[in-house]
């Protein structure tokens, strides 16, 4: 069997252009775009080149961008009072801070000060609460397990009653898409299990799953024999294993791997993300979606 490969890539194009769409429309009707803050502290190679893609594609939506850059050195209160600005600034609707941070600030004190329903990483313990009640409490769903669930609905996987097996147990993935797999409702109506580090007989798990969902950080951690004939399989890991220098432009590239051995599982799997064009490319498409349906709240529109 020869997988079928579900692509981020052309996926996050698609929903982009729906977005674009609405821009548009909410622009003539409200004369609104919606406004988005990067802030990224330091100058970590990784976490600028993130921050540049977001700026792009939010530019090229058409939003309100403000790109904020703060020194490695900034303390902790000025970092505060910077987030107090932008909650209090109306032309923003969505504030990013970049992870990690450096390391005398302390995370889950920033991320916490970001006004919730400003909060369109969805990490402010607020938005996770809602995301575990779930249907209409739900406002920003993270933006990797949301561009999941995304992939998983728009390639035509039946999701009711599937058996979803979630490798991994992080606050920013594992965690949150399981909880939005066992909602009530169109695209999830699963039934979840989370297998981690101390889960026994990891294979049994992932050999029962029609969709398996891998984040664990581990290159090719889940093995082709692991895989159910015809199961659908999302990779989410960004693993660097090495770097090559382009030919193109003689820049150094990183080496990507996913979590899963992508040549030998296609050979297994009905469908399947290939790293990098899977799940990556929709983690900055929903963080526009996030954004603009931050402003849709605003507008009384949702
Ligand atoms: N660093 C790595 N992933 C993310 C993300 O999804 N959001 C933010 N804010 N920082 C990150």
Redesign the pocket.
Known sequence: MSASIISGTEISKTILSEISKEVETIKASHGKVPGLVTLLVGNSPA?RS?VTLKIKTALKLGFHEVQDEQPDDISEDALLALIEKYNQDDAINGI?????LPKHIDEDKVLNAIDPDKDV?G?HPINAGRLLIGGNAIKFP???PAGIQELIVRSGVETKGAEVVVVGRSN?VGKPIANLMLQKGPGANSTVTIVHTGTKNLDTHCRRADILIVAAGVPDLVKPEWIKPGACVIDVGVNRVGERISPKTGRTNAILKGDVDFEKASEIAGSITPVPGGVGPM?ITM?MKNTLKSLKYKLGLL
């Open positions: 976490s993130y990013l801070v970049q992870l990690p990483d990490f993270p933006c990797t920013i983690t963080l």
